[in-house]
């Protein structure tokens, strides 16, 4: 292998794409073979039925090879942010989920979710939100957070990405630093807060500290700007916050990826390639481009670019890159092989399913 097939490969290794459609493209499939990206994260529009789901995480999974299990993940949330339908279990919003004050009913809804995604072939689902909703303005975050009590998100979200990794299903907690007392949607526009660092420590940063003591597997960025850190940069891109707080002060050892890429947010304001380079420059280590395959590979152009002309960023990349990898060797994709075992699956889930049907 030449030093530039091996800086491709280890390059494409910090890209999660999307794709169009119910199957995976041949172009993406492609990319997965030359280990020019790291996985795929699919959206409803891949996901008309859960059987869709199950073929796109089998082809996923083949294409990717033998050595080392793909990334296939997904956002099910609970509430308005769930991927998949039913017969997979249907979980309230976390705020009404909160409400019932059960934890182990949080734990057990979680734990039942994680297997029918185990067994549906992905291996990260991009939950918890550790956001506290502080702000009633808010008008993405509400009552996808448990709570506006930084105390409550942190015990009921360390008991859902508990529940989630006894399944053998990487948590994702999010949105770092906090999206939680922001009055812009960051998929539209750029928010900003204003919040001292003081509030910060005792509010927003308490949910991911609990989580990161409880061993969460990652960690999602948020496009958001902390004034008081760099009033222009938002998080995602900037080292003060990723490397300087979450690795060096929160002291996270696990994969922290970015939130979408092509997100208004990032995507008004920087290209993709540029935004990749800055992205794993500020201690990112999977970057999600969530849609366009396009945009995935300029990004894959611009971090080989960069590698080979800067050592230093060379090897931030390897690090990012090993992240990765290992927590695909602890968490791998497996797609049952036995579709009809799903059936009994989501059959066993039903008396859960009444329960969480109740809350409302």
Sequence with gaps: MTHTEQLSETCGQLIVGGYLGEDPTPSFLDALRRKHRAGAILFKRNLPTWQAGLAASARLTEAAGSGLSPIVAVDQEGGRVQRLGAPVLRVPAMRRLAEARDDELVVETARVLGSQLRELGFNVDFAPVLDVDTNPANPVIGDRSFSRDPATVARLGTRWLQGLQEAGVAACGKHFPGHGDTSVDSHLALPSVDTTIERLNEVELVPFRAAIEAGVDGLMSAHIVVRKVDPEVPATLCRDIIEGW????????????????????????????????????????????????????????????????????????????????????????????????????????EPLQRRLDALG
């Design 246 to 349: 979450l690795r060096d002060e929160l002291r996270f050892g696990g994969v922290v990826f970015s939130d979408d890429l092509e997100m208004r947010a990032i995507a008004d304001r920087y290209e993709v390639g540029g935004a990749a380079v800055q992205a794993i420059r500020a201690g990112c280590d999977v970057l999600l481009i969530c849609k366009s395959e396009r945009w995935q590979t300029e990004a894959h152009a611009a971090l080989v670019r960069e590698a080979e002309r800067d050592s230093a960023f060379r090897a931030r990349c390897e690090q990012a890159a090993g992240r990765c990898r290992e927590l695909r060797q602890r968490r791998p994709a497996s797609p049952t092989k036995q579709p009809n075992d799903l059936a009994a699956v989501f059959v066993k889930a």
